[in-house]
């Protein structure tokens, strides 16, 4: 079992920045591919980035230059760097665990799920 907390959502003027933190119980973190989804009001859930449990990151291609993720698993924590945020980016961000193979883009392959922090950009 893992769960996860997010946290460092909030209000933030267009081309400001948030760092989000999703912070992981347990021991196993290290063995766990760690996603980022957000989900808009009205619309579905979409993929933002991915770190495999080896240190290989992927990017949705709306964020890609402007968002970083990182792990750090001396703390079981992984992150989400924002930067240069657009109204476009307001959503619930989610973190994700995934325990398999690959490192998926795919939230049906995520095992757990954290309850989200809202981020909003205004214009």
């Known amino acids: 079992q893992v769960q996860l907390v997010e946290s460092g959502g909030g209000l933030v003027q267009a081309g400001g920045s948030l760092r989000l933190s999703c912070a992981a119980s347990g021991r196993t973190f290290s063995r766990y591919h760690m996603g980022w989804f957000r989900q808009a009001p009205g619309k579905e859930r979409d993929f933002v980035a991915v770190?495999?449990?080896?240190?290989?990151?992927d990017y949705a291609d709306s964020v890609k230059g402007r968002f970083t993720i990182s792990r750090d698993n001396a703390k079981n924590t992984v992150y989400l760097q924002m930067n240069s945020l657009k109204p476009e980016d307001t959503a619930v961000y989610y973190c994700?665990?995934?325990?398999?193979?690959?490192?998926?883009?795919?939230?049906?392959?995520?095992?757990?799920w954290g309850p989200g922090t809202q981020v909003t950009v205004s214009s």
């Open positions: 994700a665990a995934d325990g398999g193979a690959i490192a998926p883009k795919s939230g049906s392959r995520y095992d757990y």
């Open positions: 770190i495999s449990r080896s240190g290989g990151t």
